[in-house]
């Protein structure tokens, strides 16, 4: 066992009525991580997604997560839609295998707006993108703490899908009836 979930834990005890600002990567995945943090900490949702293609899916997903922030009375933020600055982090990396090197700058610069976003009266800053069995939370976390480190604002590291974290948010979705995507968004 890695200890994320431990050490999230430890980290939010400690930060009792301070702010959170949670990346989301869609509602699925959201909903449980929100379960788990809502009576923990106070949280905004940030929805930063330029790598989802084509922009009718980052549409769809965008309104399904202001869908899952209504039903829990979570704030949400909408963060901007840059797909070219995702292309051009992407490109020469077009047929990199999923979880090399365009996910690994993927992921890095979604957490970096995430961190930038926080600066605004948040103090610290979460992804659900932990949560996925198909994606390296411990890769995940090294970024979100070399991030920490370049902006200042303290992130809290996690493997949401630990504890049934990915099973519960497949319940959830079913429970509120949440669209759950087939992909990434990436097109690649």
Same mark, same amino acid.
């Given at each position: 066992?890695?200890?994320?979930?431990?050490?999230?834990?430890?980290?939010?005890?400690?930060?009792?009525?301070?702010?959170?600002?949670?990346? @989301?990567?869609?509602? %699925?995945?959201? @909903?449980?991580? +929100? &379960?788990?943090?809502? %009576?923990?900490? /106070?949280?905004?949702?940030?929805?930063?997604?330029?790598?989802?293609?084509?922009?009718?899916?980052?549409?769809?997903?965008? $309104?399904?997560?202001?869908?899952?922030?209504?039903?829990?009375?979570? %704030?949400?933020?909408? =963060?901007?839609?840059?797909?070219?600055?995702?292309?051009?982090?992407?490109? $020469?990396?077009?047929?990199?295998? &999923?979880? =090399?090197?365009?996910?690994?700058?993927?992921?890095?610069?979604?957490?970096?707006?995430?961190?930038?976003?926080?600066?605004? $009266?948040?103090?610290?800053?979460?992804?659900?993108?932990?949560?996925?069995?198909?994606?390296?939370?411990? +890769?995940?976390?090294?970024? =979100?703490?070399?991030?920490?480190?370049?902006?200042?604002?303290?992130?809290?590291? @996690? /493997?949401?899908?630990?504890?049934? $974290?990915?099973?519960?948010?497949?319940?959830?979705?079913?429970?509120?009836? +949440?669209?759950?995507?087939?992909?990434? =968004?990436?097109?690649?």
């Amino acid at each position: 066992m890695n200890g994320f979930y431990e050490q999230a834990v430890e980290m939010l005890e400690a930060a009792k009525g301070k702010k959170l600002l949670l990346h @989301s990567c869609c509602a %699925p995945c959201s @909903s449980s991580v +929100l &379960e788990f943090l809502l %009576p923990r900490i /106070d949280i905004t949702v940030y929805y930063y997604n330029p790598c989802i293609m084509p922009y009718e899916e980052y549409e769809h997903r965008l $309104g399904e997560i202001r869908k899952l922030c209504g039903i829990l009375s979570v %704030p949400l933020i909408e =963060g901007e839609y840059d797909n070219d600055e995702y292309l051009r982090l992407a490109k $020469g990396l077009e047929s990199a295998p &999923e979880g =090399g090197k365009r996910c690994e700058n993927c992921f890095y610069m979604r957490l970096k707006k995430t961190a930038e976003e926080a600066k605004n $009266g948040f103090d610290m800053f979460c992804t659900t993108l932990t949560v996925s069995p198909h994606k390296n939370a411990a +890769l995940i976390n090294e970024i =979100g703490s070399a991030v920490a480190s370049e902006t200042g604002v303290t992130f809290l590291p @996690s /493997d949401f899908k630990k504890r049934n $974290g990915y099973l519960r948010s497949i319940q959830l979705s079913k429970q509120y009836d +949440l669209y759950r995507q087939d992909y990434c =968004g990436c097109r690649f």
